[in-house]
């Protein structure tokens, strides 16, 4: 959401996102909210704010409407009756002097069936299995998660194995700016991938025109409605929605994904999200 965690940096991004025009607003920190991880700021924050910075007032007063989601879960009914459960994290494995970083061995995603004592065991809770999308700061293992130079896989192998355990329908990330792009994952009913495809993206063409011409970060649809690219049951739809193209540069179109969800008795439905 900001580069460092300031405070002026969260006014400006909750600001842009109080001011979207949607019925709901889910929202989890990155690498770069350096002040939202509370303890590696304590350790770390005099290196980078010479006054410490504490965006923990402008969180509390979020309309109600905006979830902030840290290592949780959470269920949304919206006005449509459309019902779905949402995971979102901002950890990532370790790279680089950053916060929300864990190293390489330790599995924050799964459970562990052996309740081993050991350095790879962490206190967390680990992705239920019926989570229905899942937004995480960084990619899973060898999904839109290769960088230059290389190009080499930098993805997380334990999100990998959650995403193969719950299969959700959506799972959105960034963090990692060449990964742009969509894929629609099928899995083997054993466990494992199938196969993986490319899914239209509508008005490609057109908005990296717009892009090119204008500096605008416009958006990508993707449908997997009943009215598109139909989603099965064993089927999970990846989203690299990184908008920075570079270092510095917003120029990666955002993604819009129409997708229908389950409605409760008495709802509108169907939702597109």
Not at 56 to 77: D, G, K, P
Not at 121 to 132: G, S, Y
Request: proline residues 7%.
């Amino acid at each position: 959401m900001t580069n460092t965690g300031s405070i002026h940096g969260f006014e400006s991004t909750l600001g842009w996102i109080e001011e979207a025009d949607a019925e709901l607003k889910i929202i989890i920190a990155g690498n770069h909210d350096l002040t939202l991880d509370t303890n590696w700021y304590r350790r770390h924050g005099r290196y980078f704010h010479p006054t410490p910075q504490d965006p923990s007032q402008l969180f509390a007063s979020l309309s109600s409407n905006i979830h902030y989601l840290n290592e949780e879960s959470r269920t949304f009914t919206l006005s449509s009756g459309a019902t779905f459960k949402v995971y979102g994290s901002p950890w990532t494995p370790k790279f680089g002097f950053w916060a929300f970083n864990y190293p390489h061995d330790i599995d924050r995603w799964n459970p562990d069936p052996t309740k081993r004592q050991n350095k790879t065991a962490v206190d967390r809770d680990p992705i239920p299995e019926n989570t229905d999308i899942l937004i995480t700061h960084g990619p899973p293992q060898g999904l839109h998660d290769q960088v230059d130079p290389g190009p080499q896989n930098v993805g997380c192998p334990h999100l990998r194995r959650a995403i193969e355990r719950i299969r959700p329908r959506l799972h959105v990330f960034g963090h990692i700016h060449e990964g742009h792009g969509v894929t629609k994952v099928t899995w083997k009913e054993g466990g494992g991938e199938e196969k993986r495809m490319t899914v239209p993206v509508l008005g490609a063409e057109d908005m990296t025109a717009l892009a090119e011409s204008s500096g605008a970060c416009p958006a990508l649809e993707v449908d997997v409605s009943k009215s598109g690219e139909v989603l099965a049951e064993n089927e999970t739809l990846v989203v690299n929605a990184s908008v920075m193209a570079g270092t510095k540069q917003m120029t990666h179109a955002g993604v819009l994904v129409d997708m229908e969800f389950p409605v409760v008795q008495g709802g509108e439905g169907p939702l597109y999200t």
